[in-house]
């Protein structure tokens, strides 16, 4: 790629009897330290450079373009529920599933997707989510008739298969391409994308496919609905296969070089999943993400039925709602991201988030059958600012309290939890609303974010856990005084030793016990 640093392969020195870090000078004015962890030889070593390209907003956009896509079309039958019943045939249960498909389809393919991410990476990763993504647009193209609701499932079920190739790769792309003050940030964009797709899934479909009686007249509008769907997801896929990047040439942190040196045939990921497993932190963290983000799932999949009920005839307002309440999400999440990327405070985030929530959840459910609408678009926009704002925490969190294991591994499962209780809440709060109406319905999506709240404040304190932030800030620490120190060789054993103990610990885990040689350069920007 143009503009990218050729590899130096400066001259080595080395004494039998010192094993220490040797500096080095080259016509660039960059200072290369090479630290070697074990007294085995080292003609092997390698200068390990990090650096930041401009390409990598290409791919997060770029990302964030075709996950926008997908998620649009898990909420464009829920929203108009009522309309797709009329013009199927079907009942609202039936439809229900249209929305549920996407997370049920999630749990068994999750775990062969992230090992085809952790093995081929994330361009061959990109290219199945959009093939799939636009395969089942064409679909749906083809099923604009009331006899083939088969058809139409057959094509949701494509673009629910291609969510699972996209649900769990914003924190793995910003770890590849990000540097150490920006993951955050870029993993919220990544999430952004999402979120804005599930805002135009609620606000467009009820625009283009009016309430009407005439089948043929209905046909027509959701024709038109599938072709713009269809024709943005081609477009997508062609942009993918011609720009999209598996990763750069140098990483960007040393906590991506060191996760890069590993090689593959010592990583298994089996044992890596078993690892995860037995991570006492992030296990209550999975459970307390699925909660929330299940709640959330049940809302927007129920969220028309909900309105409906006190405001007949509102479809279009109904998505408005719908509307609001992502928007103010997606708010929240490039908040949340810059508030992490400048604080690395994530157990106390999460918990505000968390309790914030709950209260947006039962202010919620306290004013939507008051009769005033405006009131529900308030409501609904504190709801939204925190429960969607809560995505991204959740996948930086994760990849915090795991590192060095797969950032696709560990949010793979805090999804996984997500579609699991997105499943249940959804289904056990449609009964409860045909049976009860929507409030005893919504204060039992309140209990179990109450749960939720008082298991991310009761659990063990974590912040110690923060793997990658501790390794980048030690390798940082480390670097600075090596450079201080350019002109003072007897100091540099210390920071040899310092900088040697923040990287070998993660990555002793990851490789089994093996040895770590480490290179740090200072980053270029």
Same mark, same amino acid.
């Given at each position: 790629m143009n503009g990218e640093p050729e590899e130096k392969k400066p001259g080595e020195e080395r004494h039998d009897s010192d094993k220490h870090a040797k500096l080095e000078s080259a016509e660039s004015p960059e200072i290369l330290v090479r630290l070697s962890a074990s007294n085995e030889p080292t003609s092997a070593d390698r200068v390990w450079e990090t650096r930041l390209y401009k390409r990598r907003w290409v791919m997060v956009f770029l990302f964030s373009s075709y996950s926008?896509?997908?998620?649009?079309?898990?909420?464009?039958?829920?929203?108009?529920?009522?309309?797709?019943?009329?013009?199927?045939?079907?009942?609202?249960?039936?439809?229900?599933?249209?929305?549920?498909?996407?997370?049920?389809?999630?749990?068994?393919?999750?775990?062969?997707?992230?090992?085809?991410?952790?093995?081929?990476?994330?361009?061959?990763?990109?290219?199945?989510?959009?093939?799939?993504?636009?395969?089942?647009?064409?679909?749906?193209?083809?099923?604009?008739?009331?006899?083939?609701?088969?058809?139409?499932?057959?094509?949701?079920?494509?673009?629910?298969?291609?969510q699972v190739f996209i649900l769990g790769m914003p924190s793995r792309i910003a770890s590849v391409w990000f540097g150490s003050n920006e993951v955050s940030t870029a993993c919220s964009i990544g999430v952004f994308g999402n979120q804005l797709g599930i805002a135009i899934g609620f606000l467009v479909p009820p625009i283009l496919v009016p309430n009407v009686d005439n089948v043929d007249e209905l046909a027509h509008h959701i024709s038109i609905m599938f072709y713009i769907t269809a024709g943005v997801a081609t477009f997508l896929f062609i942009l993918v296969v011609v720009v999209f990047q598996e990763q750069?040439?140098?990483?960007?942190?040393?906590?991506?070089?060191?996760?890069?040196?590993?090689?593959?045939?010592?990583?298994?990921?089996?044992?890596?999943?078993?690892?995860?497993?037995?991570?006492?932190?992030?296990?209550?963290?999975?459970?307390?993400?699925?909660?929330?983000?299940?709640?959330?799932?049940?809302?927007?999949?129920?969220?028309?039925?909900?309105?409906?009920?006190?405001?007949? /005839?509102?479809?279009?307002?109904? #998505?408005?709602?719908?509307?609001?309440?992502?928007?103010?999400?997606? &708010?929240?999440? $490039?908040? %949340?991201?810059?508030?992490?990327?400048?604080?690395?405070?994530?157990?106390?985030?999460?918990?505000?988030?968390?309790?914030m929530s709950l209260v947006g959840m039962i202010v919620y459910a306290a004013t939507l059958s008051l009769g005033h609408l405006w009131v529900v678009f308030v409501t609904s926009g504190v709801l939204g600012f925190f429960m969607t704002g809560y995505l991204p925490l959740g996948f930086e969190f994760a990849v915090e309290l795991t590192y060095p294991e797969s950032e696709g591994t560990s949010s793979g499962l805090l999804n996984c939890s997500?579609?699991?209780?997105?499943?249940?809440?959804?289904?056990?709060?449609?009964?409860?609303?045909?049976?009860?109406?929507?409030?005893?319905?919504?204060?039992?999506?309140?209990?179990?974010?109450?749960? /939720?709240?008082?298991?991310?404040? #009761?659990?063990?304190?974590?912040?110690?856990?923060?793997?990658?932030? &501790?390794?980048? $800030?030690? %390798?940082?620490?480390?670097?600075?005084?090596?450079?201080?120190?350019?002109?003072?060789?007897?100091?540099?054993?210390?920071?040899?030793?310092?900088?040697?103990?923040?990287?070998?610990?993660?990555?002793?885990?990851?490789?089994?016990?093996?040895?770590?040689?480490?290179?740090?350069?200072?980053?270029?920007?």
């Open positions: 926008l896509c997908n998620s649009y079309q898990w909420i464009q039958y829920g929203i108009i529920s009522n309309i797709f019943m009329k013009f199927y045939q079907v009942d609202a249960f039936t439809i229900d599933w249209m929305s549920m498909i996407y997370m049920l389809t999630y749990i068994p393919f999750i775990f062969p997707v992230t090992w085809l991410l952790d093995k081929k990476g994330l361009r061959v990763v990109a290219l199945a989510a959009t093939a799939l993504n636009c395969a089942g647009t064409w679909f749906k193209v083809g099923s604009v008739q009331p006899h083939l609701f088969a058809v139409t499932f057959v094509g949701q079920f494509c673009c629910s298969l291609a750069p040439k140098l990483p960007p942190t040393q906590a991506q070089a060191t996760a890069r040196s590993i090689p593959p045939e010592q990583y298994s990921y089996s044992a890596s999943v078993l690892r995860l497993l037995r991570n006492k932190p992030f296990i209550l963290l999975i459970i307390t993400y699925g909660l929330n983000v299940g709640c959330f799932y049940a809302v927007g999949t129920l969220l028309n039925r909900m309105i409906i009920e006190h405001y007949p /005839g509102e479809e279009v307002n109904a #998505g408005r709602i719908g509307l609001t309440i992502v928007i103010a999400g997606m &708010v929240g999440s $490039l908040i %949340c991201g810059l508030w992490l990327d400048r604080t690395k405070t994530y157990k106390q985030t999460t918990l505000a988030v968390y309790l997500a579609q699991v209780f997105g499943i249940i809440f959804t289904i056990c709060q449609g009964k409860i609303i045909d049976t009860f109406g929507t409030l005893p319905g919504n204060i039992f999506l309140c209990v179990f974010l109450l749960l /939720g709240t008082v298991m991310t404040g #009761g659990g063990d304190d974590v912040g110690t856990g923060l793997q990658r932030h &501790v390794l980048n $800030l030690h %390798c940082a620490d480390a670097a600075f005084t090596i450079k201080r120190s350019v002109n003072k060789p007897q100091k540099i054993s210390s920071n040899h030793s310092a900088l040697h103990r923040c990287a070998k610990g993660p990555c002793d885990r990851l490789r089994g016990g093996m040895s770590t040689n480490l290179v740090l350069q200072e980053e270029k920007f």
